[in-house]
């Protein structure tokens, strides 16, 4: 059973309303930061770690949203910061669709990255949509067949 999945976000306030627009309710928000919190400094393995961190939850699926404030990845030199889904690292998530999720996506269309009727195996005939969160996340939607032909 997958618990949550984690997603390094730029901005807390932004993240929240992006995904309080697919249904995702936080269910608590918290600001830790070592010292004196040595624990988190410890797990995360940076000295002096300043993090916000939320959870959401959305029926019994979960995200947990985090915005280090220190260190500050911007100010990294040699930082790998790509959204592009062929780099080793990226993830994505995958929901099971609904009217909602596609509609908080579709609009704006900028989010949109690519959609289509798998053609062949095991889930042939369902539809898949994929898009970008507002940190270039990448989030799938799941159309089974029996949605995917209504």
């Not at 269309?109 to 195996?121: E, F, K, N, V």
Request: glycine letters at 10%; one cysteine or more.
């Amino acid at each position: 059973m997958i618990r949550h999945i984690g997603i390094t976000v730029s901005n807390m306030e932004r993240s929240l309303a992006f995904y309080g627009a697919m249904g995702f309710a936080p269910i608590f928000q918290v600001e830790r930061q070592d010292p004196p919190d040595r624990f988190l400094a410890h797990v995360t393995g940076y000295d002096g770690v300043h993090i916000k961190i939320a959870m959401l939850k959305r029926g019994e699926d979960a995200i947990e949203l985090l915005e280090y404030v220190k260190p500050d990845w911007e100010a990294e030199e040699d930082h790998l910061n790509s959204s592009e889904t062929f780099m080793s690292g990226n993830v994505h998530f995958c929901l099971q669709g609904d009217a909602q999720l596609h509609a908080a996506l579709a609009t704006p269309t900028d989010y949109m990255r690519g959609a289509g009727i798998i053609p062949d195996g095991p889930q042939a005939g369902a539809r898949v949509e994929y898009y970008r969160g507002p940190d270039g996340e990448t989030i799938e939607l799941f159309f089974p067949l029996a949605v995917a032909k209504a």
